[in-house]
C-alpha cells in the first residue's frame, strides 16, 4: 500500500521507533510539515515556503527523515553541557565573590577583578546572564549616581 510515495510499513516503522527523541517546537512544525510532504498533503516547494527554507535543505532534511525519522530533526547538540559552561566549583565560587568581596561591582568591572586578583578569567555575559547575577551585582547605577567607591580602595600615592 503506498501513500504519497512513502509506504505505510516506512510511516509505521518510524512511529513505533523505542528511541525517545525530544524535538523544540521549531523541530516539532518541521515534523509536522514533513508528515504533510509524506502523506502527499503538500508539495516540497509549499513546505519550503511554510518552513522558510529553500527547496534543496527541504529535500535534504526530507531525506534524512525517510533514513532516520523524527530523530534527524533534533539538533545534534541537544542534551551536551555547553562547551562555555563553567563547572560546578567555580561557578559556586564566582558566586560566593559576587555576593562577598566584590559585592556592588557592575559586570565589567567584576569580571575584570576577577582576572586580575583571583585569575579566574570569565567574560561579562557569562557574569551577567549565565550565572544569574544581575540581582547581585549593581548594573543600574553609573560610578557618577554612587555614593560609595565601587569595589577598590584609593590610596594616594606617597
Known sequence: ???????????????????????????????????????GRITTREASEVLGLSL????????????????ALAHGNGGRKPHNALDDGLQRRVLELAQSTYAGCNTQHFTELLAQREGIAVSPDLIG??????PLINTTHSAAQRSEPLCFSYRPPS
Open 56 to 71: 534543496r535543505h527541504v529535500r535534504r532534511i526530507l531525506a534524512a527523515y525517510r533514513r532516520e525519522g523524527a530523530a
Open 129 to 134: 546572564v549565565r550565572l544569574i547575577l544581575l
Open 1 to 39: 500500500m503506498s501513500t504519497g510515495g512513502c509506504t505505510v510499513s516506512r510511516l509505521i516503522r518510524n512511529v513505533t521507533m523505542k528511541e525517545m527523541v525530544t524535538l523544540t517546537k521549531k523541530e516539532q512544525r518541521r515534523l509536522m510539515v514533513l508528515n504533510g510532504v509524506e502523506m
